[in-house]
């Protein structure tokens, strides 16, 4: 395939992210004209019903759905090159099991109400984290391999806690679901404040990371060859991947295969260096979350399609798709 150039890949994929916003904004249950939707906009102190709509449900929706996508999609393309494998995805850690955790037992203590619930989904992918990076330290070195395989077990071992709380949850079970299947409509303001204040510096973050982060495509002694501190960065790097995880997961519940297809996409049209395949990964990450959200609120008006089935069914033939591809990166 015929590599996109950086800058009008920016661009193009910019524009979409911007227009599948728009759309979020004027699609749902109910349709509102465009020319509503910009005078809400242009004039804050409106208050018909339009109004209401669009700023106290809509806009915070959007904006939730944009960060959490491209908190995913960065940190999955930075996970890959880090551990130099291909499968990684930001869930491997245990973030998202823990934070299945955390809200399970926020709804059987019966505070599964409000803030409540992403400050526990928060708190048990914090838990899980701590408890990954633990198991993978060998002496003062942090081993990748084990990271991602300790993610894994004790994901393995959190789902099935998981089972046990729903079993546990009685006419709760719906609460919980809903919240595992993927949902953006409990998103507010200050939702959108907390993962703007940690996604836009993560991303950063990783973005600048670029250079080494290419090393490390290359195994951890050329890493260490180019002058890198190969724990520090390891554990550094890691650690900000986990956060950006864990307050997506918080924000959204599990919404699965934007931190492993984007990065893969994005890969195939621009190439591998990381300083360009990360923002734009974030780009595309915020354009597929938007998109399927809006996809969920308006395919079945009646019935509204969890956000994570949504990109689980546009991101599972994709992936297929990349892999039967003779000459992919």
Known sequence: MRRVPPGPALIVIGVLTLAAAASGLLLGDISIPWRDVASVLLDPWTTDQNAVIVRELRVPRVLVGLLAGAALAASGAALQSLTGNPLADPYLAGVASGASVGVGAAVLLGIGTGAALPIMAFAGSAVATVLVFA???????LDLDAFLLAGVVL?????????LLLSLAGQDQSRILGWLMGYLGDSNPSQVLWLAATVVPGVMVLAASGKALDAFCFGEDTARSIGIRVEWFKVSRLGVIALLTAVAVASTGIVGFVGLVVPHLVRTAVGPPNRILIPVSALGGALLLSVADTLGRTVLPDRPLPVGVVTALIGAPVMVGLLRRPNRT
């Not at 198991?135 to 070195?141: D, L, P, Q, T």
């Not at 994901?155 to 089972?163: C, E, Y």
């Open 135 to 141: 198991a993978s330290r060998r002496g003062s070195r």
């Open 155 to 163: 994901g393995t071992f959190l789902a099935a806690v998981m089972q």
